[in-house]
């Protein structure tokens, strides 16, 4: 059994964070882990950020469906679904990851969820019981299977260096001086080729 898992924002769609604050004006949603590393504190701040302008989950949502995904992404995803098990595997939230389900072939989606109160307010992140991406990767490893990973930030690379085949996507400096030697490549078609490449080299070993 193959499978791929696939990262969502920058990989398949844009990020969401920079566009709900450029949509709502609220700067400090225009954090991202490069200025706060410790995630569950950086998602307290955007809830709070959020709560303090009056904005609930429905109206983020309404925000975040304006996104499409990135023009590449579904046939990425129909090629890679020709013989491999296709997971998102991303640190979003489901009620917000969950509009691109249709545009993307409605792969299967493992990310972290909100929980609201009676009003709508988003009230707290409920993460997904993993230590990281990666570990979504060493289950499916242990078991024999064939893994692809794509991503492309700091949170990424676990997972990448577990699979089979790990290839970072457009990635930024500070990423790459961590990533060690993980293949890099500039477009999803570029992934495509350096894989059946790696796969066909694999099997000659
Ligand atoms: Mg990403």
Redesign the pocket.
Same mark, same amino acid.
């Given at each position: 059994m193959k499978v791929a898992c696939i990262?969502?924002? *920058?990989?398949l769609v844009p990020e969401l964070w920079p566009h709900i604050s450029r949509h709502t004006g609220i700067a400090a949603l225009n954090r991202t882990t490069r200025e706060e590393p410790d995630y569950p504190k950086l998602m307290r701040a955007r809830i709070e950020a959020l709560r303090e302008n009056n904005l609930r989950l429905s109206d983020v949502r309404a925000i975040v469906s304006m996104l499409q995904p990135y023009r590449d992404a579904r046939r990425f995803l129909d090629v890679l679904a020709r013989d491999r098990a296709v997971f998102i595997v991303s640190d979003c939230f489901e009620e917000l990851a969950e509009s691109f389900l249709p545009g993307l072939g409605y792969p299967r989606l493992m990310a972290h969820r909100l929980d609201t109160d009676a009003d709508g307010f988003i009230t707290q992140c409920r993460f997904a019981q993993r230590q990281g991406k990666q570990d979504v990767v060493n289950t499916l490893i242990r078991d024999g299977i064939d893994v692809l990973a794509v *991503?492309?930030?700091l949170n990424?690379i676990g997972m990448l260096k577990a699979a089979t085949y790990g290839y970072l996507l457009r990635p930024s400096p500070t990423t790459v001086a961590l990533a060690g030697d993980l293949p890099v490549a500039d477009s999803l078609a570029e992934v495509l080729v350096r894989l059946q490449q790696d796969q066909l080299a694999h099997a000659l070993i």
């Open positions: 990262d969502l924002e *920058g990989v *991503g492309d930030a990424d």
